[in-house]
Protein backbone atom coordinates (compact mmCIF):
# COMPACT_ATOMS: atom_id res chain seq x y z
CA UNK A 1 0.00 0.00 0.00
CA UNK A 2 1.34 3.51 -0.71
CA UNK A 3 0.94 5.77 2.28
CA UNK A 4 -0.78 8.88 1.41
CA UNK A 5 0.24 10.42 4.46
CA UNK A 6 2.56 13.79 4.42
CA UNK A 7 6.13 13.23 6.65
CA UNK A 8 5.24 14.25 10.08
CA UNK A 9 7.35 17.63 11.01
CA UNK A 10 8.58 18.88 14.17
CA UNK A 11 6.21 22.80 13.59
CA UNK A 12 4.07 20.88 11.76
CA UNK A 13 4.87 22.75 8.39
CA UNK A 14 5.54 21.91 4.86
CA UNK A 15 8.10 22.88 2.83
CA UNK A 16 7.52 23.92 -0.99
CA UNK A 17 9.83 21.12 -2.05
CA UNK A 18 7.83 17.93 0.42
CA UNK A 19 4.50 19.32 -1.32
CA UNK A 20 5.75 19.13 -4.63
CA UNK A 21 6.87 15.56 -3.70
CA UNK A 22 3.40 14.42 -2.55
CA UNK A 23 1.99 16.14 -5.56
CA UNK A 24 4.03 14.40 -8.15
CA UNK A 25 2.93 10.64 -5.96
CA UNK A 26 -0.87 11.58 -6.42
CA UNK A 27 0.31 11.83 -10.04
CA UNK A 28 1.87 8.64 -10.03
CA UNK A 29 -0.83 6.95 -8.26
CA UNK A 30 -3.99 8.27 -10.67
CA UNK A 31 -1.93 7.24 -13.48
CA UNK A 32 -1.54 3.53 -12.77
CA UNK A 33 -5.05 3.66 -11.91
CA UNK A 34 -5.98 4.91 -15.24
CA UNK A 35 -4.13 2.45 -17.10
CA UNK A 36 -5.29 -0.69 -15.29
CA UNK A 37 -6.20 -3.49 -17.05
CA UNK A 38 -9.55 -4.90 -16.47
CA UNK A 39 -9.40 -7.59 -14.12
CA UNK A 40 -12.07 -9.97 -16.01
CA UNK A 41 -9.54 -10.66 -18.91
CA UNK A 42 -6.85 -12.43 -16.72
CA UNK A 43 -7.16 -16.11 -17.10
CA UNK A 44 -7.92 -16.86 -13.46
CA UNK A 45 -5.72 -19.90 -12.25
CA UNK A 46 -7.26 -22.98 -9.80
CA UNK A 47 -5.75 -24.93 -7.04
CA UNK A 48 -7.57 -28.65 -5.58
CA UNK A 49 -8.38 -30.46 -2.64
CA UNK A 50 -9.42 -33.82 -2.93
CA UNK A 51 -11.01 -36.66 -0.87
CA UNK A 52 -10.98 -40.46 -1.38
CA UNK A 53 -14.44 -41.70 -0.61
CA UNK A 54 -15.11 -38.80 1.53
CA UNK A 55 -11.86 -38.80 3.60
CA UNK A 56 -8.48 -37.18 3.42
CA UNK A 57 -5.72 -38.95 4.88
CA UNK A 58 -3.11 -36.05 4.44
CA UNK A 59 -1.51 -37.84 2.27
CA UNK A 60 -1.30 -39.30 -1.44
CA UNK A 61 -1.43 -42.85 -0.55
CA UNK A 62 -4.58 -44.61 0.32
CA UNK A 63 -4.71 -48.25 0.93
CA UNK A 64 -7.10 -50.96 1.06
CA UNK A 65 -9.82 -49.78 -0.92
CA UNK A 66 -12.99 -51.30 -2.06
CA UNK A 67 -12.84 -51.66 -6.35
CA UNK A 68 -14.93 -49.32 -7.24
CA UNK A 69 -13.39 -45.42 -5.20
CA UNK A 70 -14.81 -42.48 -5.68
CA UNK A 71 -12.26 -39.56 -5.45
CA UNK A 72 -13.74 -36.11 -5.58
CA UNK A 73 -11.83 -32.93 -6.15
CA UNK A 74 -12.38 -29.42 -5.03
CA UNK A 75 -11.39 -26.68 -7.17
CA UNK A 76 -10.83 -23.29 -6.41
CA UNK A 77 -12.45 -22.04 -9.42
CA UNK A 78 -14.50 -23.52 -12.24
CA UNK A 79 -13.27 -25.79 -14.45
CA UNK A 80 -13.49 -26.25 -18.34
CA UNK A 81 -15.07 -29.42 -19.16
CA UNK A 82 -13.34 -29.92 -22.25
CA UNK A 83 -10.35 -30.25 -20.46
CA UNK A 84 -10.94 -33.38 -18.19
CA UNK A 85 -10.13 -35.76 -20.26
CA UNK A 86 -6.87 -34.89 -21.31
CA UNK A 87 -6.07 -33.45 -17.34
CA UNK A 88 -7.33 -36.68 -15.17
CA UNK A 89 -6.38 -40.28 -16.15
CA UNK A 90 -6.00 -43.42 -13.90
CA UNK A 91 -3.31 -46.24 -14.83
CA UNK A 92 -2.67 -49.44 -13.50
CA UNK A 93 0.90 -49.64 -11.68
CA UNK A 94 2.36 -50.97 -14.83
CA UNK A 95 1.25 -47.67 -17.01
CA UNK A 96 -2.11 -49.56 -18.46
CA UNK A 97 -4.76 -46.99 -18.93
CA UNK A 98 -7.92 -47.68 -17.11
CA UNK A 99 -11.61 -46.01 -18.08
CA UNK A 100 -13.26 -43.70 -16.31
CA UNK A 101 -16.37 -41.57 -15.61
CA UNK A 102 -16.44 -37.56 -14.51
CA UNK A 103 -19.00 -35.17 -13.36
CA UNK A 104 -18.78 -31.61 -12.75
CA UNK A 105 -20.82 -30.54 -10.12
CA UNK A 106 -21.11 -27.28 -7.97
CA UNK A 107 -20.67 -25.06 -10.76
CA UNK A 108 -18.37 -26.80 -12.08
CA UNK A 109 -16.11 -26.72 -9.22
CA UNK A 110 -16.28 -29.87 -8.31
CA UNK A 111 -15.42 -32.89 -10.08
CA UNK A 112 -15.75 -36.57 -9.17
CA UNK A 113 -14.34 -39.41 -10.84
CA UNK A 114 -14.75 -43.60 -10.28
CA UNK A 115 -13.43 -46.20 -12.60
CA UNK A 116 -16.40 -47.29 -15.12
CA UNK A 117 -15.64 -50.92 -14.12
CA UNK A 118 -14.57 -52.53 -10.95
CA UNK A 119 -10.71 -52.53 -10.37
CA UNK A 120 -8.99 -55.54 -9.36
CA UNK A 121 -8.82 -56.16 -5.64
CA UNK A 122 -5.24 -56.16 -3.85
CA UNK A 123 -3.86 -53.92 -6.93
CA UNK A 124 -2.43 -50.53 -6.94
CA UNK A 125 -3.39 -47.60 -9.02
CA UNK A 126 -2.45 -43.87 -9.76
CA UNK A 127 -4.70 -41.29 -11.11
CA UNK A 128 -3.40 -38.30 -12.16
CA UNK A 129 -4.65 -34.66 -12.14
CA UNK A 130 -1.86 -32.80 -14.93
CA UNK A 131 -1.51 -29.80 -16.03
CA UNK A 132 -3.95 -30.27 -19.28
CA UNK A 133 -6.91 -29.68 -16.60
CA UNK A 134 -7.52 -25.80 -16.90
CA UNK A 135 -9.94 -23.57 -15.57
CA UNK A 136 -12.87 -22.45 -17.45
CA UNK A 137 -11.01 -19.26 -18.28
CA UNK A 138 -8.39 -20.59 -19.23
CA UNK A 139 -6.28 -20.51 -16.24
CA UNK A 140 -3.64 -23.40 -15.18
CA UNK A 141 -3.67 -25.73 -12.18
CA UNK A 142 -1.46 -24.56 -9.81
CA UNK A 143 -0.92 -28.11 -7.92
CA UNK A 144 -1.24 -30.94 -9.71
CA UNK A 145 -0.93 -34.64 -7.94
CA UNK A 146 -0.97 -38.06 -8.14
CA UNK A 147 -2.84 -40.35 -6.34
CA UNK A 148 -1.82 -43.64 -4.72
CA UNK A 149 -5.46 -45.88 -4.81
CA UNK A 150 -4.21 -49.56 -3.40
CA UNK A 151 -7.31 -51.71 -3.64
CA UNK A 152 -8.03 -54.41 -0.77
CA UNK A 153 -10.87 -57.02 -0.36
CA UNK A 154 -13.54 -57.46 -2.86
CA UNK A 155 -15.70 -58.93 -0.66
CA UNK A 156 -17.94 -61.02 -2.80
CA UNK A 157 -17.72 -64.47 -2.98
CA UNK A 158 -15.86 -66.54 -5.55
CA UNK A 159 -17.66 -69.76 -5.42
CA UNK A 160 -21.21 -71.02 -4.98
CA UNK A 161 -22.26 -71.28 -1.11
CA UNK A 162 -22.13 -75.18 -0.41
CA UNK A 163 -22.67 -76.64 3.53
CA UNK A 164 -19.85 -76.69 5.81
CA UNK A 165 -19.51 -80.67 5.23
CA UNK A 166 -19.25 -80.43 1.75
CA UNK A 167 -16.46 -77.13 2.07
CA UNK A 168 -14.45 -79.73 4.36
CA UNK A 169 -14.37 -82.44 2.00
CA UNK A 170 -13.86 -80.36 -1.18
CA UNK A 171 -10.74 -79.08 0.35
CA UNK A 172 -9.50 -82.67 1.53
CA UNK A 173 -10.43 -83.85 -1.90
CA UNK A 174 -8.46 -81.08 -3.90
CA UNK A 175 -5.29 -80.67 -1.42
CA UNK A 176 -5.27 -84.67 -1.77
CA UNK A 177 -4.39 -84.18 -5.22
CA UNK A 178 -1.15 -82.70 -4.54
CA UNK A 179 0.12 -85.93 -2.65
CA UNK A 180 -1.80 -88.66 -5.37
CA UNK A 181 -1.86 -87.33 -8.70
CA UNK A 182 1.52 -85.18 -8.14
CA UNK A 183 3.03 -88.02 -6.58
CA UNK A 184 6.46 -88.81 -8.09
CA UNK A 185 5.92 -91.30 -10.54
CA UNK A 186 9.10 -93.69 -9.34
CA UNK A 187 9.34 -93.45 -5.97
CA UNK A 188 5.62 -92.32 -5.24
CA UNK A 189 6.46 -89.98 -2.49
CA UNK A 190 5.64 -86.37 -2.08
CA UNK A 191 7.99 -83.61 -3.78
CA UNK A 192 8.86 -81.12 -1.46
CA UNK A 193 6.97 -78.45 -3.10
CA UNK A 194 5.31 -77.90 -6.43
CA UNK A 195 8.57 -76.70 -8.02
CA UNK A 196 10.90 -79.29 -6.78
CA UNK A 197 11.29 -81.75 -9.80
CA UNK A 198 12.94 -84.77 -8.56
CA UNK A 199 13.13 -83.95 -5.20
CA UNK A 200 11.66 -85.42 -2.64
CA UNK A 201 10.75 -84.94 1.01
CA UNK A 202 10.85 -88.18 3.77
CA UNK A 203 8.83 -86.13 6.68
CA UNK A 204 6.31 -84.43 4.01
CA UNK A 205 5.94 -88.26 2.55
CA UNK A 206 5.19 -89.23 6.15
CA UNK A 207 1.68 -86.60 5.70
CA UNK A 208 1.37 -88.07 2.39
CA UNK A 209 1.03 -91.54 3.94
CA UNK A 210 -1.31 -90.29 6.01
CA UNK A 211 -3.50 -87.85 3.68
CA UNK A 212 -3.41 -91.87 1.11
CA UNK A 213 -5.04 -93.32 4.42
CA UNK A 214 -7.77 -90.32 4.10
CA UNK A 215 -8.21 -90.51 0.61
CA UNK A 216 -9.14 -94.01 0.69
CA UNK A 217 -11.47 -93.34 3.50
CA UNK A 218 -12.78 -90.66 1.76
CA UNK A 219 -13.80 -92.78 -1.66
CA UNK A 220 -11.18 -90.40 -3.52
CA UNK A 221 -9.76 -93.13 -4.28
CA UNK A 222 -10.28 -97.31 -4.22
CA UNK A 223 -8.33 -99.12 -1.20
CA UNK A 224 -6.71 -101.07 -4.10
CA UNK A 225 -5.88 -98.07 -5.74
CA UNK A 226 -4.07 -96.77 -2.32
CA UNK A 227 -2.66 -100.07 -1.42
CA UNK A 228 -0.70 -100.42 -4.80
CA UNK A 229 0.45 -96.41 -4.46
CA UNK A 230 2.13 -97.36 -0.57
CA UNK A 231 3.30 -100.98 -1.89
CA UNK A 232 5.54 -98.11 -4.67
CA UNK A 233 6.16 -95.84 -1.51
CA UNK A 234 7.53 -98.89 0.84
CA UNK A 235 9.50 -100.76 -1.65
CA UNK A 236 11.36 -97.48 -2.87
CA UNK A 237 12.30 -97.10 1.16
CA UNK A 238 13.06 -100.15 1.73
CA UNK A 239 15.33 -101.50 -1.89
CA UNK A 240 16.44 -98.15 -3.10
CA UNK A 241 16.87 -95.24 -0.44
CA UNK A 242 19.82 -93.98 1.23
CA UNK A 243 19.64 -95.08 4.99
CA UNK A 244 22.01 -94.03 8.04
CA UNK A 245 21.89 -95.93 10.86
CA UNK A 246 17.97 -96.78 10.08
CA UNK A 247 17.17 -93.07 9.30
CA UNK A 248 16.62 -91.43 6.55
CA UNK A 249 17.42 -87.93 5.32
CA UNK A 250 15.75 -85.48 4.49
CA UNK A 251 15.74 -85.08 0.85
CA UNK A 252 16.03 -88.02 -1.51
CA UNK A 253 16.14 -87.90 -5.13
CA UNK A 254 12.34 -89.65 -6.10
CA UNK A 255 14.47 -91.69 -9.11
CA UNK A 256 17.43 -92.74 -7.52
CA UNK A 257 16.89 -92.98 -3.52
CA UNK A 258 20.36 -90.94 -3.31
CA UNK A 259 20.66 -88.66 -0.87
CA UNK A 260 20.06 -84.57 -2.12
CA UNK A 261 21.32 -82.11 0.55
CA UNK A 262 19.51 -80.41 2.65
CA UNK A 263 22.15 -78.02 3.83
CA UNK A 264 25.55 -77.67 5.08
CA UNK A 265 26.53 -80.85 6.60
CA UNK A 266 23.48 -81.91 6.44
CA UNK A 267 23.73 -84.96 3.75
CA UNK A 268 22.81 -87.71 6.01
CA UNK A 269 20.51 -88.81 8.85
CA UNK A 270 17.27 -86.34 9.41
CA UNK A 271 16.20 -88.05 12.53
CA UNK A 272 12.83 -85.28 13.03
CA UNK A 273 12.06 -85.83 9.27
CA UNK A 274 12.32 -89.87 9.94
CA UNK A 275 10.05 -89.25 12.73
CA UNK A 276 7.38 -88.09 10.75
CA UNK A 277 7.87 -90.99 7.69
CA UNK A 278 7.61 -93.54 10.60
CA UNK A 279 4.38 -92.44 12.17
CA UNK A 280 2.86 -92.39 8.62
CA UNK A 281 4.11 -95.62 7.71
CA UNK A 282 2.57 -96.74 11.46
CA UNK A 283 -0.95 -95.38 10.80
CA UNK A 284 -1.00 -96.97 7.03
CA UNK A 285 0.32 -100.30 8.56
CA UNK A 286 -3.08 -100.20 11.35
CA UNK A 287 -5.18 -99.31 7.93
CA UNK A 288 -4.29 -102.17 5.78
CA UNK A 289 -5.09 -104.81 8.06
CA UNK A 290 -5.89 -107.33 5.67
CA UNK A 291 -5.39 -111.21 5.61
CA UNK A 292 -4.39 -111.38 2.13
CA UNK A 293 -0.71 -111.77 0.83
CA UNK A 294 -0.57 -108.13 -0.22
CA UNK A 295 -1.73 -106.49 2.95
CA UNK A 296 0.41 -108.74 5.15
CA UNK A 297 3.82 -108.31 3.14
CA UNK A 298 3.18 -104.57 3.13
CA UNK A 299 2.35 -104.52 6.83
CA UNK A 300 5.60 -106.80 7.32
CA UNK A 301 7.83 -104.47 5.64
CA UNK A 302 6.61 -101.29 7.51
CA UNK A 303 7.93 -102.80 10.57
CA UNK A 304 10.93 -103.86 9.51
CA UNK A 305 11.52 -100.46 8.32
CA UNK A 306 10.38 -99.02 11.86
CA UNK A 307 12.23 -101.19 13.66
CA UNK A 308 15.21 -101.00 11.65
CA UNK A 309 15.72 -97.03 12.89
CA UNK A 310 18.37 -97.02 15.38
CA UNK A 311 17.09 -94.53 17.64
CA UNK A 312 19.63 -94.44 20.65
CA UNK A 313 22.51 -94.55 18.76
CA UNK A 314 21.12 -90.65 18.07
CA UNK A 315 21.93 -89.79 21.38
CA UNK A 316 25.54 -89.13 20.19
CA UNK A 317 27.72 -91.26 22.29
CA UNK A 318 24.84 -92.27 24.71
CA UNK A 319 24.27 -89.09 26.23
CA UNK A 320 20.46 -87.97 27.51
CA UNK A 321 19.56 -86.07 24.75
CA UNK A 322 18.53 -87.30 21.07
CA UNK A 323 20.73 -85.33 17.81
CA UNK A 324 18.90 -84.15 15.06
CA UNK A 325 21.46 -84.88 12.44
CA UNK A 326 23.92 -87.18 11.46
CA UNK A 327 26.11 -87.05 8.47
CA UNK A 328 28.75 -89.69 7.00
CA UNK A 329 31.07 -86.72 5.97
CA UNK A 330 31.01 -84.15 8.77
CA UNK A 331 29.58 -86.67 11.99
CA UNK A 332 27.94 -84.64 14.17
CA UNK A 333 29.22 -81.27 13.30
CA UNK A 334 25.41 -79.69 12.97
CA UNK A 335 25.20 -80.77 16.53
CA UNK A 336 21.63 -80.48 17.44
CA UNK A 337 19.81 -81.70 19.85
CA UNK A 338 16.37 -82.08 19.82
CA UNK A 339 14.64 -80.02 22.92
CA UNK A 340 10.73 -78.72 23.45
CA UNK A 341 9.14 -77.43 22.78
CA UNK A 342 8.59 -77.72 19.43
CA UNK A 343 7.03 -80.28 16.92
CA UNK A 344 9.25 -82.74 17.69
CA UNK A 345 7.67 -84.82 20.78
CA UNK A 346 6.87 -87.88 18.15
CA UNK A 347 10.68 -88.57 17.82
CA UNK A 348 11.18 -89.59 20.91
CA UNK A 349 7.62 -91.28 21.62
CA UNK A 350 8.57 -93.55 18.71
CA UNK A 351 12.21 -93.68 19.85
CA UNK A 352 10.93 -94.80 23.30
CA UNK A 353 8.17 -97.21 21.34
CA UNK A 354 10.90 -99.06 19.35
CA UNK A 355 11.52 -102.88 20.23
CA UNK A 356 14.68 -102.98 18.42
CA UNK A 357 16.41 -99.59 19.66
CA UNK A 358 14.49 -98.10 22.24
CA UNK A 359 15.52 -95.05 24.73
CA UNK A 360 15.02 -95.06 28.19
CA UNK A 361 12.56 -92.60 30.33
CA UNK A 362 15.63 -90.14 31.39
CA UNK A 363 16.53 -89.33 27.58
CA UNK A 364 12.97 -87.90 27.30
CA UNK A 365 13.00 -86.15 30.64
CA UNK A 366 16.45 -84.74 30.35
CA UNK A 367 17.06 -84.00 26.69
CA UNK A 368 13.23 -83.42 25.45
CA UNK A 369 11.70 -81.89 28.45
CA UNK A 370 14.96 -80.37 30.12
CA UNK A 371 13.85 -81.36 33.31
CA UNK A 372 10.56 -79.19 32.87
CA UNK A 373 12.51 -76.22 31.62
CA UNK A 374 10.09 -76.22 28.63
CA UNK A 375 7.44 -74.94 30.81
CA UNK A 376 6.16 -71.82 29.93
CA UNK A 377 3.16 -70.79 32.09
CA UNK A 378 2.56 -67.15 31.40
CA UNK A 379 -0.49 -65.93 30.25
CA UNK A 380 -1.25 -63.94 26.97
CA UNK A 381 -4.73 -62.69 25.72
CA UNK A 382 -6.22 -64.42 28.95
CA UNK A 383 -5.43 -67.92 28.23
CA UNK A 384 -2.22 -69.93 29.86
CA UNK A 385 0.38 -71.68 27.81
CA UNK A 386 1.84 -74.39 29.36
CA UNK A 387 4.34 -75.18 27.20
CA UNK A 388 6.96 -73.56 24.78
CA UNK A 389 8.16 -70.10 23.78
CA UNK A 390 6.74 -66.24 24.50
CA UNK A 391 3.52 -66.70 22.78
CA UNK A 392 3.53 -70.04 21.64
CA UNK A 393 6.04 -69.95 18.38
CA UNK A 394 4.57 -70.92 14.98
CA UNK A 395 1.54 -73.56 14.73
CA UNK A 396 3.34 -76.04 13.46
CA UNK A 397 4.67 -77.16 16.54
CA UNK A 398 1.09 -78.23 17.50
CA UNK A 399 0.28 -79.89 14.39
CA UNK A 400 3.39 -82.56 12.98
CA UNK A 401 3.94 -84.39 16.21
CA UNK A 402 -0.26 -84.30 16.58
CA UNK A 403 -1.26 -85.95 13.27
CA UNK A 404 -0.74 -89.29 14.52
CA UNK A 405 -0.34 -88.92 18.68
CA UNK A 406 -4.19 -87.97 20.06
CA UNK A 407 -3.82 -85.22 22.26
CA UNK A 408 -7.22 -85.11 23.80
CA UNK A 409 -7.21 -86.57 27.30
CA UNK A 410 -3.07 -86.77 26.86
CA UNK A 411 -1.09 -85.61 30.00
CA UNK A 412 1.98 -86.39 31.49
CA UNK A 413 4.24 -84.69 34.05
CA UNK A 414 4.34 -81.65 32.19
CA UNK A 415 1.17 -81.17 31.02
CA UNK A 416 -2.30 -81.42 29.41
CA UNK A 417 -1.87 -81.52 25.65
CA UNK A 418 -5.40 -81.17 25.10
CA UNK A 419 -4.94 -77.50 27.05
CA UNK A 420 -1.89 -77.19 24.97
CA UNK A 421 -2.53 -77.34 21.62
CA UNK A 422 -5.92 -75.26 22.13
CA UNK A 423 -4.14 -72.95 24.54
CA UNK A 424 -1.35 -72.21 21.86
CA UNK A 425 -4.05 -72.25 19.19
CA UNK A 426 -6.19 -69.73 20.48
CA UNK A 427 -3.44 -67.25 21.24
CA UNK A 428 -1.91 -67.31 17.69
CA UNK A 429 -5.64 -66.37 17.23
CA UNK A 430 -6.09 -63.69 19.60
CA UNK A 431 -3.01 -62.41 18.34
CA UNK A 432 -4.29 -61.76 15.03
CA UNK A 433 -7.44 -60.13 15.88
CA UNK A 434 -5.69 -58.07 18.18
CA UNK A 435 -3.33 -57.31 15.20
CA UNK A 436 -0.79 -55.25 17.08
CA UNK A 437 1.11 -54.25 14.06
CA UNK A 438 -2.31 -53.09 11.85
CA UNK A 439 -1.69 -55.33 8.66
CA UNK A 440 -4.41 -54.92 6.94
CA UNK A 441 -6.45 -58.06 6.91
CA UNK A 442 -5.63 -59.58 9.95
CA UNK A 443 -8.68 -60.71 12.22
CA UNK A 444 -11.33 -63.12 13.18
CA UNK A 445 -11.94 -64.28 9.70
CA UNK A 446 -8.33 -64.22 8.63
CA UNK A 447 -5.76 -65.64 10.97
CA UNK A 448 -2.90 -68.27 11.15
CA UNK A 449 0.73 -67.98 11.54
CA UNK A 450 3.73 -70.71 11.21
CA UNK A 451 6.36 -71.84 8.91
CA UNK A 452 5.17 -71.01 5.09
CA UNK A 453 6.46 -69.66 1.99
CA UNK A 454 6.73 -65.65 2.07
CA UNK A 455 7.34 -62.65 -0.75
CA UNK A 456 10.87 -63.19 -1.32
CA UNK A 457 11.84 -66.58 0.93
CA UNK A 458 10.35 -68.72 3.71
CA UNK A 459 10.17 -68.24 7.55
CA UNK A 460 8.31 -69.53 10.66
CA UNK A 461 5.84 -66.67 11.31
CA UNK A 462 4.40 -66.71 14.80
CA UNK A 463 3.26 -63.70 17.30
CA UNK A 464 7.17 -62.85 17.53
CA UNK A 465 7.91 -63.22 13.88
CA UNK A 466 4.95 -61.61 12.02
CA UNK A 467 5.51 -59.89 8.54
CA UNK A 468 2.20 -59.91 7.58
CA UNK A 469 1.85 -63.55 6.02
CA UNK A 470 -0.78 -65.65 6.37
CA UNK A 471 -0.42 -69.27 5.77
CA UNK A 472 -3.74 -71.28 5.49
CA UNK A 473 -1.89 -74.32 7.00
CA UNK A 474 -1.97 -72.47 10.10
CA UNK A 475 -5.96 -72.34 11.10
CA UNK A 476 -6.83 -74.96 8.85
CA UNK A 477 -4.71 -77.54 10.44
CA UNK A 478 -6.31 -76.19 13.89
CA UNK A 479 -9.68 -77.47 13.27
CA UNK A 480 -9.38 -80.51 16.03
CA UNK A 481 -8.24 -77.63 18.36
CA UNK A 482 -10.85 -74.38 17.60
CA UNK A 483 -13.36 -76.05 14.59
CA UNK A 484 -15.07 -72.97 15.10
CA UNK A 485 -12.46 -70.31 14.20
CA UNK A 486 -10.50 -72.53 11.66
CA UNK A 487 -14.03 -72.69 10.14
CA UNK A 488 -14.87 -69.44 10.07
CA UNK A 489 -11.36 -69.09 8.03
CA UNK A 490 -11.78 -71.87 6.07
CA UNK A 491 -14.74 -70.04 4.63
CA UNK A 492 -13.19 -66.62 4.68
CA UNK A 493 -10.35 -68.38 2.43
CA UNK A 494 -12.24 -70.21 -0.33
CA UNK A 495 -15.11 -67.92 -0.37
CA UNK A 496 -13.68 -64.13 -0.28
CA UNK A 497 -10.02 -64.99 -1.25
CA UNK A 498 -10.53 -67.67 -3.59
CA UNK A 499 -9.89 -66.18 -6.76
CA UNK A 500 -6.72 -65.87 -5.27
CA UNK A 501 -5.45 -68.74 -3.49
CA UNK A 502 -7.59 -71.52 -4.11
CA UNK A 503 -5.86 -73.32 -6.95
CA UNK A 504 -4.97 -76.74 -8.36
CA UNK A 505 -3.94 -78.57 -5.19
CA UNK A 506 -6.30 -76.66 -2.69
CA UNK A 507 -4.65 -73.58 -0.73
CA UNK A 508 -1.56 -71.99 -1.97
CA UNK A 509 0.81 -71.87 1.14
CA UNK A 510 0.16 -68.33 1.98
CA UNK A 511 -0.47 -64.81 1.07
CA UNK A 512 -0.32 -61.17 2.72
CA UNK A 513 -3.11 -59.09 1.85
CA UNK A 514 -0.56 -56.31 3.53
CA UNK A 515 1.24 -57.10 0.66
CA UNK A 516 -1.09 -57.39 -2.06
CA UNK A 517 1.31 -60.92 -2.36
CA UNK A 518 -0.14 -64.47 -3.00
CA UNK A 519 2.02 -67.48 -3.07
CA UNK A 520 1.81 -69.83 -6.31
CA UNK A 521 3.81 -72.57 -4.46
CA UNK A 522 2.64 -75.84 -2.52
CA UNK A 523 4.85 -77.56 -0.04
CA UNK A 524 4.34 -80.99 1.31
CA UNK A 525 4.52 -80.29 5.09
CA UNK A 526 1.87 -78.00 4.55
CA UNK A 527 -0.45 -79.22 2.37
CA UNK A 528 -0.27 -82.68 4.27
CA UNK A 529 -1.17 -81.47 7.56
CA UNK A 530 -4.75 -79.98 6.36
CA UNK A 531 -5.77 -83.19 5.33
CA UNK A 532 -4.77 -84.92 7.80
CA UNK A 533 -6.20 -82.55 11.03
CA UNK A 534 -9.58 -81.93 9.03
CA UNK A 535 -9.96 -85.03 8.94
CA UNK A 536 -9.24 -86.13 12.80
CA UNK A 537 -11.73 -82.88 13.90
CA UNK A 538 -14.25 -85.34 11.58
CA UNK A 539 -13.83 -88.64 12.58
CA UNK A 540 -10.49 -88.97 14.25
CA UNK A 541 -9.43 -92.16 11.56
CA UNK A 542 -5.63 -90.95 11.60
CA UNK A 543 -5.45 -90.23 15.60
CA UNK A 544 -7.31 -93.68 15.84
CA UNK A 545 -4.95 -95.83 13.77
CA UNK A 546 -1.55 -94.33 15.20
CA UNK A 547 -2.26 -94.67 18.66
CA UNK A 548 -3.97 -98.44 18.18
CA UNK A 549 0.19 -99.21 17.29
CA UNK A 550 1.19 -101.51 20.07
CA UNK A 551 4.28 -99.91 20.02
CA UNK A 552 2.89 -96.90 20.56
CA UNK A 553 0.84 -97.57 23.29
CA UNK A 554 4.24 -99.04 24.85
CA UNK A 555 6.04 -96.01 24.10
CA UNK A 556 3.49 -93.27 25.58
CA UNK A 557 3.12 -95.54 28.74
CA UNK A 558 7.50 -96.19 29.08
CA UNK A 559 7.60 -92.48 28.94
CA UNK A 560 4.96 -91.50 31.63
CA UNK A 561 1.89 -90.63 29.21
CA UNK A 562 -1.94 -91.15 30.38
CA UNK A 563 -4.70 -91.00 28.18
CA UNK A 564 -8.33 -92.48 27.30
CA UNK A 565 -6.45 -94.34 24.30
CA UNK A 566 -4.24 -96.45 26.18
CA UNK A 567 -5.36 -99.42 26.80
Request: aromatic share 12%; proline share 5%.
Amino acid sequence: MINLLLPERKHNSVSLADLAFFLYGLGVLFLFSGCKKDESATPANTSLAFTVNGSYNGTLTYAGLNTKPTISFTFTEPVSSSTVADGVKLTTASGSAVAIATNLQNGDKTLIVTPQNDLASFSDYRLAVNNSLQSSTGGRLVNPVTINLGTGLDDTDKFPRISDEELLTLVQRQTFKYFYDFGHPVSGLARERNTSGNTVTTGGSGFSIMALVTGVHRGFITRAEGLARLEKIVDFLKNRAERFHGAYPHWLNGNTGAVQPFSANDNGADLVETSFLMQGLLTARQYFDGADAAETTLRNDITAIYNAVEWDWFRQNNSNTLYWHWSPDFGWAKNLPIRGWNESLIIYVLAAASPTHTIPKSVYDNGWANNGGMRNGNVYYGIQLPLGPALGGPLFFEHYSFLGINPMGLTDTYASYQVQTRAHTLINYNYCVDNPKNFYGYGENCWGLTASDIQGGYTASSPTNDRSFIAPTAALSSMPYTPTESMRALRFFYYKLGDKIWKEYGFVDSFSLQEKWFASSFLAIDQGPIIVMIENYRSGLLWDLFMSAPEVQNGLKKLGFSSPKLE
